[in-house]
């Protein structure tokens, strides 16, 4: 079992940043891809960004790639969402997942364990 906490939401107007942490305890945080989602009301959860194991490699969402940007920290066990430029479209509940797999993913299906979410609130 893996568990994860979020931390870092809030309201910040348009334009503005907020990063976002996740802290990870139960198995050894390095066996896993990390992922963030977000889901605004009525949508369905959609895919932000992830990272792979050691870091190396990111895969982002369209709509968020040269805003947002994903890292971790193994030796501290949290994977980060720093987010620049905010637009009132990225208001939602933001879930970091986490997957043992060999691969990045960015459907929310192949994810196995999941925060509680943190809210973003960006005022236009």
């Known amino acids: 079992q893996v568990q994860l906490v979020e931390s870092g939401g809030g309201l910040v107007q348009a334009g503005g940043s907020l990063r976002l942490s996740c802290a990870a305890s139960?198995?050894?945080?390095?066996?896993?891809?990390m992922g963030w989602f977000r889901q605004a009301p009525g949508k369905e959860r959609e895919f932000v960004a992830a990272?792979?194991?050691?870091?190396?490699?990111?895969s982002y969402a369209g709509s968020v790639k040269g805003r947002f940007t994903i890292s971790r920290d193994n030796a501290k066990n949290t994977v980060y969402l720093q987010m620049n430029s905010l637009k009132p479209e990225d208001t939602a509940v933001y879930y970091c997942?986490?997957?043992?797999?060999?691969?990045?993913?960015?459907?929310?299906?192949?994810?196995?364990?999941w925060g509680q979410g943190t809210q973003v609130t960006v005022s236009s």
């Open positions: 997942a986490a997957t043992n797999t060999l691969r990045i993913f960015t459907t929310a299906g192949r994810y196995d364990y």
């Open positions: 139960g198995r050894t945080f390095s066996d896993y891809v």
């Open positions: 990272i792979s194991w050691g870091g190396g490699a990111t």
